[in-house]
């Protein structure tokens, strides 16, 4: 068998380190073929680099890493909003017409600083699971300093309620992150009493 000569093109035979016209060294051509494989080699990691780099990019774009917090989830104890639900109460009142008000209080033991975008929504139940009624209140409004529980979901309504138990949903933006429900002791309603 032969093999081509490089820089002459004249046909050797295949164990020849040089070339008889020209003296071409076969053997620095397989050095250089060495450092062109390591010079691939390298190249090829610096186009793995910049493809980690793209795909990193790519990826910090679409989770909105570092971002805003449009998309954290209620997983995210920073923005929790942890309560106990303390009692429901209710009292009645006359004013030409009897009207009755059923209200939860509740212990806050954690609740975001920035409580911009939170809104509670009280919701009360019967025994068959209907809705009595609801409130939707601004975190703001109900939340404040104190050791004391705090009272909220205010509601009012002219036809004697039986309430079962209540759900406090947190919501924020629009969207419920968490809830709490309770069962209402009936004893400490004045108005069934």
């Known amino acids: 068998m032969t093999k081509n000569c490089r820089k002459c093109g004249a046909q050797v035979s295949d164990d020849a380190k040089f070339c008889p016209d020209c003296g071409y060294d076969f053997t620095s051509f397989s050095k250089k073929e060495n450092s062109n494989g390591k010079f691939n080699f390298s190249m090829l990691f610096v186009i ?6 793209i795909i990193g990019s790519i990826w910090i774009v679409t989770s909105d890493f570092g971002g805003d917090d449009k998309n954290k989830t209620q997983n995210d104890d920073v923005d929790r909003v ?4 303390t009692d429901v109460n209710g009292y009645s009142g006359t004013s030409g017409k009897t009207s009755y008000t059923i209200y939860t209080e509740a212990l806050f033991d954690r609740v975001p600083s920035d409580m911009k975008g939170y809104n509670v929504k009280t919701t009360y139940y019967d025994k068959n699971n209907t809705v009595i009624g609801s409130e939707i209140e601004s ?4 939340y404040y300093e104190s050791n004391y529980a705090l009272s ?3 509601y009012t309504t002219y036809r004697m309620p039986n309430p079962d138990h209540v759900v406090v949903e947190i919501i924020k933006d629009g969207k419920t992150i968490d809830n709490y429900t309770s069962q209402i002791d009936q004893g400490k309603i004045k108005f069934l009493n």
């Open 82 to 85: 942890i309560l106990t639900i």
């Open 152 to 154: 909220f979901g205010h």
């Open 48 to 53: 793995l680099i910049i493809a980690i780099l």
């Open 139 to 142: 975190l703001a409004h109900i």
